[in-house]
């Protein structure tokens, strides 16, 4: 009986690195000096600038979370479950923790000394290299310009972001991951997770995912006799499973762990649960490929109290973006990422309205990004499109419903204007009567536009077709896209009116190729990149897109790559169109970080030759697309 709680110690050891790399006998050794912790929820076991304990420390049942401060915010870092190890610093830098270690549940730890442990270092390199590579994924490097790339060069300071850690680059993700059908035991799928030292199996049917099951659903369901281990797999499953598909960017990837609050992620060959299976990427893979967190805007949001707070965060992510491009960073990464903390920021707003107005909303709604925004596509913050929907109400409660929405939104757009967000001039904002609608109202006034169409209709659809719900009741929103695709059923007119209007605009050359500038106004001699390159892709895109019925794709880029797939004889040229919009998006960027402005009216004696030429090439596909137009929908004579 002596020896009973150090042989299970061993027996626990043996099952994980760096333990498995020594003898039963040493081993068994070792576990006679460890020492148990029982942590409760929320109790810390060790806190930053604490000086070190000559232990480190390995889970045995729990989890531990590690955590930074970043301007007096306690930011994850890793979460550590069963046989992780942690507390490294004391083996590399004998001074003071770098991080706070508290138990997100009640957990055992086993505490191992360094000083019985240090011998079997020397021993075996694969200990040596496991303990590294821990401690340098787990904290930043303290020798990195003493000795470069012995650890991973990281920087110390977290409290200012830099866009040169890898937020947009692709992800790492592990390839043939194990899975098994639904209906294997969980018996089996245990086995399975212990002969392979993995911590989930994914559920398959026919190669596409249908569920996964992690150490936590073994844990909480078989563990508590809740579910009995004869059971199928689909028993104890998590479904649906959450897709990416491989070109996902590590930020990306961190901000759907953080909104989804899981810790595994599905790859499959085009990011949907409708494609294959092609690996599986962790929460901890991610803390590992990257040591600045981009999660971390996502905390700054959720712990402002005011719109200044978030106005802060808005200028953070500006500098964001200008050193993403500064980096040649991808543009089509930074505006997903821009598009989420954007949505974050517009999200936190809206609940801060709704606790200033003291009252609940009477019933639900949706609040809908319109224009730019509506297509993930602001970079400079500009000026509010915005619209809401709620739910149909008796004719009895209408107006009381609509008095409690449109004073809601008028105090969403005045923290929205303070953010930097300015108010829309032509007033397209939900504060506006016209735009918070019931859901049977936004349906006739889409109706009215599509089967009733003029210039004044065809403006408005070109800002509100784009639409995205960011905030509420998705459904609402989905009832409107839903009733548009049914109106717009061999609707020819009204094709023949907005493919009209995506032509307004045509290349913007002279006759000897000279970039044509704006004649007068305001901003006369400049170049409006907007208006004369920008806008004429966009709304040639939507037109083709609607065209074809496709829905649930908003961006300029994406849609053009839709129709690519969709129309493989004009393949090239959508492809075309769609790195033409990038490059011009990528050029207003630049220009507007560059003179603190929109980056919409360029002055082209401040340009290079080399600019001017890249401005030149990315127009010949508008030429080209607006062909495409006049002979798809008959415009060669409409008027």
Same mark, same amino acid.
């Given at each position: 009986m002596k020896n009973s709680i150090p042989k299970r110690i061993a027996d626990f050891l043996k099952n994980y690195p760096p333990f498995e790399w020594i003898s039963p006998e040493k081993l068994l050794l070792l576990a006679q000096e460890c020492e148990i912790i029982h942590l409760e929820k929320n109790q810390t076991l060790f806190s930053i600038h604490q000086n070190t304990e000559p232990f480190f420390y390995v889970v045995k049942e729990g989890a531990i979370g590690l955590f930074k401060r970043i301007d007096n915010n306690k930011i994850p870092v890793d979460e550590c479950d069963e046989g992780d190890i942690f507390g490294l610093r004391p083996f590399f830098a004998e001074n003071q923790?770098?991080? @706070?270690? &508290?138990?997100?549940?009640e957990s055992l730890i086993y505490a191992i000394p360094i000083i019985i442990f240090k011998p079997f270092i020397a021993e075996n390199n694969n200990i040596l290299n496991y303990l590294l590579s821990s401690f340098a994924s787990n904290t930043r490097n303290p020798y990195d310009k003493e000795h470069p790339g012995k650890l991973l060069s990281v920087n110390e300071t977290i409290g200012e972001i830099s866009i040169k850690t890898p937020f947009f680059q692709p992800i790492t993700y592990t390839k043939n991951p194990i899975w098994v059908s639904s209906?294997? /035991?969980v018996q089996d799928v245990a086995k399975l997770m212990t002969k392979h030292k993995i911590g989930s199996v994914l559920i398959e049917e026919n190669q596409f995912p249908t569920g996964i099951i992690t150490d936590k659903d073994l844990r909480t369901k078989?563990? @508590?006799?809740?579910i009995p281990i004869t059971a199928n797999a689909s028993a104890i499953m998590s479904s649906p499973v959450v897709t990416i598909s491989k070109v996902t960017s590590i930020a990306e990837a961190q901000l759907i762990f953080l909104k989804n609050n899981i810790s595994h992620l599905c790859v &499959?060959?085009?990011? &949907?649960?409708? /494609? %294959?299976? $092609?690996?599986? $990427?962790?929460?901890?893979?991610? !803390?590992?490929? +990257?040591?600045?967190? #981009? *999660?971390? !805007?996502?905390?700054? $949001?959720? %712990? *402002?109290? &005011?719109?200044k707070d978030l106005k802060e965060v808005r200028n953070k992510l500006t500098q964001l973006i200008a050193d993403g491009l500064k980096n040649n960073t991808p543009i089509n990464h930074i505006s997903k990422l821009t598009s989420e903390i954007n949505t974050a920021i517009i999200g936190k707003v809206i609940q801060m309205a709704i606790d200033e107005v003291s009252e609940k909303p009477p019933v639900t709604f949706a609040w809908l990004n319109l224009g730019s925004q509506g297509r993930k596509e602001q970079l400079l913050i500009t000026d509010q499109d915005n619209a809401l929907v709620f739910e149909d109400v008796s004719e009895d409660s209408y107006h009381e419903v609509k008095n409690y929405f449109l004073t809601l939104s008028k105090v969403i757009t005045r923290h929205l204007n303070t953010v930097g967000y300015d108010y829309c001039p032509a007033e397209m904002m939900a504060s506006n009567p016209k735009w918070c609608l019931s859901v049977s109202e936004w349906k006739k006034q889409f109706h009215h536009w599509i089967t009733i169409p003029d210039e004044h209709s065809i403006m408005l659809c070109s800002i509100f077709f784009d639409f995205e719900c960011v905030y509420g009741n998705e459904e609402l929103a989905a009832k409107i896209s839903k009733n548009i695709f049914k109106d717009l059923y061999k609707k020819n007119l009204f094709f023949a009116y907005l493919g009209s209007d995506a032509l307004k605009n045509p290349p913007p050359l002279g006759f000897f190729r +000279?970039?044509?500038v704006e +004649? =007068?106004?305001?901003? %006369?001699? @400049?170049?409006?990149?907007?208006?004369? *390159?920008?806008? #004429?892709?966009? =709304?040639a895109a939507r037109v083709l897109i609607l065209d074809k019925t496709i829905s649930g794709i908003n961006n300029t880029s994406a849609r053009f790559e839709a129709m690519a797939n969709k129309e493989p004889e004009n393949k090239e040229l959508f492809i075309s169109c769609a790195n033409a919009f990038l490059d011009l998006i990528t050029f207003r960027t630049q220009e507007g970080l560059k003179h603190n402005n929109s980056g919409r009216f360029i002055h082209l004696e401040a340009l290079n030759k080399a600019d001017k030429l890249k401005l030149k090439n990315a127009f010949k596909p508008i030429q080209d697309v607006q062909s495409v137009l006049k002979n798809r929908f008959n415009l060669t004579y409409f008027t």
């Open positions: 923790y770098a991080m @706070t270690a &508290t138990a997100n549940e209906k294997t /035991s078989i563990a @508590t006799g809740r &499959t060959e085009n990011g &949907t649960t409708e /494609s %294959k299976i $092609i690996g599986i $990427i962790t929460l901890h893979d991610i !803390f590992i490929t +990257q040591a600045n967190n #981009p *999660a971390v !805007f996502l905390k700054w $949001i959720k %712990k *402002a109290t &005011t719109a +000279q970039l044509l +004649q =007068d106004g305001k901003h %006369k001699d @400049t170049f409006d990149i907007k208006s004369r *390159a920008i806008m #004429p892709l966009v =709304d």
